[in-house]
């Protein structure tokens, strides 16, 4: 909400500066976004130079016939030569005078505003201006200058009309809807500061007429409150200029005289108002209803609405009048021809309010504060006060009064201990000074507890609550502290650790971790929202890899070289009962065909201290003649029509993986007895697996078998047509002996009789 | 016997061969030549016949070995010392490309805070990102009103299930598993309906904090958010609290940590309010302690939340939050 200060200070006396207030409102009650300026600039003698003057000559320029030349009289030896354009004074007004460098305020297309100097007018010298409202930021029209009453000329303007004034931008949360009223963040003020706050408006009854109003409420669900007030023989015309420019300071349009005050009681007191031009009101009286379904209504801004059974509507006998408080109707609105009004002040529920508002996408001053809650018992003083200033400002005779609702909440009682506040806040505050803060609030000691003002009665209903009221009040003095703790210590678990250790090993083989957006738009999924907001957001996704491949794509496109991307994330798989499996994935993409992609995913396997099981395997994204499972996933070649070139890509479950790891590594003595190496070739048929002759030879030669790794497959003519060369190295040894020469043929002999049996291998070397 | 040589002329020929041989290959020769198999003093010894022409050969043999070891020392130094001077590299230029890859900032950011609440004595968790409406609204309190219970904010897959929209739940899921006392720490993605912007992004992580203990006070939350703040953005930075609203805490606070360009006398970044918002925090509602079965009288409990990209952007500078979700290298291998 936009505060105008010097409306606030109507209700509290302030002296501090506005960067503290807002420093302080922002720790205590709710954020305050910034401080605006409204109106003249308050910098550098700037309003000193808007005076009051009086014309004293007004003659017709003698270059041009839509212009006055005048000369007015401002208090100074002289009076001064000005150029006017418009013709609604003569001599013997009063106006309102901006001397030369003078600044008026920004406008459109004028953000730093025009700043006045003494220049020629078609031959004339015009030391000035004579100001009209909007060029001051007092009004929206530019009717004609301001003409004022008999005032001493040189009188600074700033003592006439509220020339300057600044704006605090007030955020409140959802929880304090009395932060959406000038009185409720001047209560605020005078708490944080301890100052005395002045009564609220219309609070009391003055002269209240017993002239009925009619008034029909069907729903007291939705509307728990109507107060309807007549008064007759009201001439519409302008608000007092305060009044528009606070309007204006607050961010609402003046209108006229009866809209503006409704708008400046809603704003001061929070409780929403509408005026309804009572002629145009057929029967002369108010229904309160759920809308007919297909039921139009035309609203103040001029859209054709069709209304739903869900909506609340304003209705006379004939039609509905005004969407309930969100909108008034135009065919009832208050015109210039106006002479008898009804002034509604009523309390409408917010989660109908809400639905409405969603359901017409129409947003208004009134239903932002309904959708938060308004407290009921405000209806009849927003009334009070609101027709009261209609016949001081407007005119008429308050007629007629009624108020109807199906009784009003009563405000709770809550028990709370001053000494749970020190024990929530760590920081002891006196039980007196918490129940004068309380105080403050509108909060009564009673008994062991408060009886809450109805303004907070939606939000404070427990102990915890009042604690809070104390707590946002000692936020600056809460100390540092650290829990005194006894039975805990942090460490990672070893799934935790494990997967650092996987990502650092991916850096160091030189992959750049990258993040991608868990939803897809292709997905082979259950798992997708009905409602996305946007297709390319759509399915959760059940492999990372084609997101990836996007990500790898792009950087293609962008002439990245060396490219290898890796990527730590869920995927959401399936599940047996009605949540997903979520499985945590590490998934990569690398330069390089099937050769590098199983080197990382054997590296991964050797950092992670586990063994992966090759064999076959296929994925819709790989080479079907490149791509084999691990034990925790899948590992090859991109399949050629993902990217051009050759590309390594793996992807594999976290929890697989860590299962299979060694972690911690128990010793093995390999110094005292140390190992054997031989190199061994066979020759064998074409389509026997390399992983097949190892498997077979660890089979053959027992424990003693420590290392075997194939280190390079031969084809050749003199081994004839299907045949290859398979040469691999291993090493045998023994934990309590060294090996000897016998040994190393005995195991030799081992493997190659079983490679023999098995594959009919030959032995080559 | 042929005529005797005359071996002091032979002594000083050699060594003056040996002085002026002028590379190690030249002395090389020099030494065959005079020292050799077939030198003139091989052969001469090989033919002694007393033992006074002996003494004689062998003298001059052991002295031309010396001097010739000397010169070939001396040689072999001169050679280094003019190998080294030739043998100077530009040090400007490049050394080999060697593989070095990155983590993503959100990883390292992730690392820090784990790091930070591991001293704190911590445990790191993380949930499901599926839940329910039970976890994600009800028992954390949301009124039923709630702006976030709307399709318009929250990814629904059915009435019953969403992507939940705050790691929030894990507070739950854990006080469901354990008795308190309880110290944790979740980190993981979250989901809004939000559209996408330079500052916002429908996925995006958040670390949420947890402590249940007899005795708790805001003053606790203070001094842990002044510790973590401090580890992630250094020691100078300081912390305050302004109150705010959440349907799971109360009282409810908004941490801010002072703005790092500045030093708090106020710029752009933080809005010329020398602070920075950093997420929200506040005491343990009673009754989400209540739907857990603890009794709200003997626990107390703080929790807080923060975005991951939000630290990542002030950390990093970074203007655009997308780019931390393209993958593309020109800005991973920045970090
Ligand atoms: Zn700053």
Redesign the interface.
Known sequence: MRVPVSWLRDYVAMDMSLTELA?KL??????I??IETRGVADEGGNLGLFRIGKVVEAIKHPNADRLQLTKVDLGEAEPRSIVCGAWNFGVGATVAVALPGATLPARPGLPDGLTLERRKVRGEISDGMILAEDEIGLGADHEGIMVFPEIEPGTPLADVVPLSDKVLLVEA????PDLQSIYGVAREIAAIYDLDLAEAPGQFPVGTPGGPVKIQVDDYERCSRYVGTIVQGVTIGHAPLIMKARLLGAGMRPISNVVDITNYVMLTLGSPLHAFDLATLSGGGINVRRAGDGEKLTTLDGVERALTADDLVIADDARAVALAGIMGGAETEVSADTHTILLEAANFE??GV?RSS?RHRLRSEASSRFEKGVDPQLADQAARWATELIVEFAGGTWTSWNDVHAGLPGRPFVEFRPERSD?????ETPADEQFRILGKLGFEQRGEGVVVPSWRARDVT?E??V??EI??FR??E????????????????RE?QLR?RL?DA??????????????RPDDETT????????VD?TA?RTTILPS?V???A??ID?G?K????FE?A?V?LSGDG???T?RVRVAGIVEGGFSRAKGVAETIYAALKAEPEFARGEHRLLHPGKAATTGAGIVGELHPRELDGEWGAFELDLEDLFAASREPITYTDVITYPAVRQDIAVVVAEDVAAGDIVAAARAAAGAELREIRVFDVYRGEQLGEGKKSVAFSVAYQADDRTLNDEDATRLRDAIVNALATEFSAELRA | MTDTPDWNAYEAEAAAAAQSAASSDELEEARVRFLGRKSDIALGLREVRDRETGMLLNGVRTRLEETFDTRAARLADDELDRRLREEIVDVTLPGDELPLGHLHPITQIRRMVEDAFLGLGYEVRDDREVETVEYNFDKLAFLPTHSARSPRDTFFFDPNHVLRTETSPSQIHIMEEKEPPLYMVSIGRVYRRDAITATRYPIFHQFEGLAVDRGLTLADLKGTLLHVMRALYGPERKVRFRTHYFPFTEPSIEPDVSCGICGGSGCRTCKYSGWIEMGGAGMVDPTVLANVGLDPEEWSGFAFGCGLERTAQLRHDIPDIRALWEGDLRVLRQF
């Open positions: 420093t922002s720790i205590a009650s709710a954020e976004e910034g949360t959802g929880n304090r917010s989660h809400f969603e024990a929530v806040i760590g920081v427990r915890i609550d604690v809070e707590a946002r936020l600056e809460v100390p540092f502290t650290l829990p005194q703790r006894r039975e805990m210590f942090g460490v990672l678990t935790q650092r990502e991916l850096v160091g083989l030189g992959f750049a971790e990258t993040y991608t957006p868990s939803l798992w997708k929202l009905p409602e996305p907001i946007s957001l959760l990836l996007e990500a790898v792009r950087n962008a990245a060396n490219i290898a991307l730590v869920r959401y009605d949540l997903p979520e």
